[in-house]
């Protein structure tokens, strides 16, 4: 589905907009996740919208968010919670993981959580921003991958590409180090396990790509980054999305960003 032409009743969003409100990573929701039962209807609806994930709300009170990408149910996502928590003005998700907190700040919505919660991503640095915009495709080999580097270390600035590479099955990518870049990989803690549905912690498919190459904005992999490094990060991601981070003394960090209605949801 292109141009955003998605079933009646879904939302999209665009979450980690840069400063002049264009890119960010789009997002579908389904604010009545009753519409669609059980995890077959859930599943072949994210594979139809082809999002990088999809977000279906079974409670919009209490928060409670079920997080789909095309290929499997995530316990925990970066750039779906930003964007249920502005759409849905809530300032506590909950999750499989436990409760992720949620703060509006001007323009900006933030979320805080744990680094141990995200899926597993390699981080790998590269010497410079230039050779980061640069490739023109995925790196070779298996398994998600986070591709930074500095832009302006002393200010935090960071240029990043994230590269949902699909993984064998039961296999997990080791890390490496090339010339001229290092490999920081990043908390290789997998979240609890999905109530029994979609594909459970601990498998090579958490790198199911559904497809898609390069995924725009991510939360998930920027809080690892920024929990790696022990500091707050202004990151610029894809091709001109904006990602803030803020680690806290307790371990978690923050994750914030602009979020912009793209299309809204028709009802009868």
Do not use: K
């Not at 409100?21 to 919208?49: C, E, F």
């Not at 436990?98 to 995200?118: H, L, M």
């Amino acid at each position: 589905m292109n141009d955003f032409e998605v079933p009646e009743g879904i939302d999209v969003l665009r979450v980690f907009c840069g400063p002049d409100g264009r890119h960010g990573n789009p997002l579908g929701v389904v604010r009545d996740g009753r519409r669609y039962p059980g995890n077959d209807a859930r599943q072949a609806l994210a594979r139809q919208l082809g999002f990088s994930e999809t977000v279906f709300v079974d409670d919009p009170e209490r928060g409670t968010v079920d997080i789909r990408t095309p290929g499997l149910r995530l316990p925990f996502a970066g750039h779906p919670l930003v964007g249920a928590a502005w759409l849905l003005d809530l300032e506590v998700l909950e999750l499989p993981v436990g409760d992720v907190f949620a703060r509006q700040d001007g323009e900006f919505t933030w979320i805080t959580a744990r680094p141990e919660w995200a899926p597993p991503r390699t981080l790998e640095q590269y010497a410079t921003a230039a050779e980061v915009e640069a490739l023109t495709e995925p790196p070779p080999g298996e398994g998600w991958l986070y591709v930074w580097a500095w832009e302006d270390e002393a200010a935090g600035r960071v240029r990043a590409r994230g590269f949902p590479r699909r993984t064998e099955t039961g296999r997990t990518e080791t890390g490496r180090t090339e010339t001229g870049r290092t490999d920081t990989r990043g908390t290789d803690t997998r979240g609890s396990r999905s109530g029994g549905t979609g594909t459970g912690a601990g498998t090579g498919s958490w790198a199911d790509t559904g497809g898609i190459e390069e995924d725009e904005a991510t939360g998930a992999a920027a809080m690892l980054l920024s929990a790696r490094l022990g500091r707050a990060l202004n990151i610029t991601q894809g091709r001109g999305s904006q990602i803030l981070t803020a680690p806290a003394p307790d371990g978690t960090v923050e994750v914030g960003g602009r979020v912009l209605l793209a299309r809204a949801g028709l009802r009868r």
